[in-house]
């Protein structure tokens, strides 16, 4: 059983989830209206992403008698800057949401629930390979500048890797 108030820190926890899926899709979104399928394909992929991850919490919250509410969620922005810009406010989302959860696992641990706290192990190791993939892409970025052909090939590589992930995601569904 769940007490209050980590259902409640769970629940917020499911909201930041939900818009960090929204936030995603709001990128994949722009970025498709800007020619890049490669990169938009994998945006689309990492918000499909975030919406499991708020539906595994979801589920885990109802499984221990909480109840686990689907947000209202804020709307994210229409458009962004540059896809450089896009991939830097990947990694600072992604560093925001692992210092969520790290504060999860604390009260967790103050609050002696130890199932809940093994639960979220999986978001903790999850959070380490998204933050690392976030810094990859930069500096993957980096390397390209601002030269247009180098571009299109980030778009092609973004396009392998959201198909090498969404086949991953397939084979443990
Ligand atoms: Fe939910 O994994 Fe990133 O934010």
């Known amino acids: 059983m769940l007490s209050k108030k980590?259902?409640?820190?769970?629940?917020?926890?499911?909201?930041?989830?939900?818009?960090?899926?929204?936030?995603?899709?709001?990128?994949?979104?722009?970025?498709?209206?800007?020619?890049?399928?490669?990169?938009?394909?994998?945006?689309?992929?990492?918000?499909?992403?975030e919406r499991l991850h708020m539906l595994k919490l979801i589920k885990f919250v109802n499984e221990r008698g909480g109840h686990g509410v689907?947000?209202?969620?804020?709307?994210?922005?229409?458009?962004?800057?540059?896809?450089?810009?896009?991939?830097?406010?990947?990694?600072?989302?992604?560093?925001?949401?692992?210092?969520?959860?790290?504060?999860l696992v604390e009260?967790?641990?103050?609050?002696?629930?130890?199932?809940?706290?093994?639960?979220?192990?999986w978001y903790v190791s999850e959070q380490i390979e998204e933050e690392a993939l976030a810094r990859r892409i930069l500096d993957k970025l980096k390397l390209i500048g601002g030269e247009k052909g180098g571009l299109y090939l980030f778009d092609r590589d973004l396009e392998t890797m959201a198909a090498a992930e969404s086949a991953a995601a397939d084979k443990q569904a």
Request: with cysteine; aromatic share 10%.
């Open 70 to 103: 689907v947000p209202t969620l804020k709307a994210p922005p229409k458009t962004f800057k540059s896809v450089q810009a896009i991939f830097e406010l990947v990694l600072e989302h992604e560093i925001l949401v692992s210092n969520e959860i790290n504060k």
């Open 107 to 121: 009260t967790c641990l103050k609050e002696r629930d130890y199932t809940t706290h093994n639960f979220l192990q």
């Open 6 to 49: 980590i259902e409640k820190a769970l629940n917020e926890q499911i909201e930041l989830e939900g818009s960090s899926s929204q936030y995603y899709l709001a990128m994949a979104s722009w970025a498709e209206t800007q020619g890049m399928n490669g990169i938009a394909q994998f945006l689309f992929t990492h918000a499909d992403e």
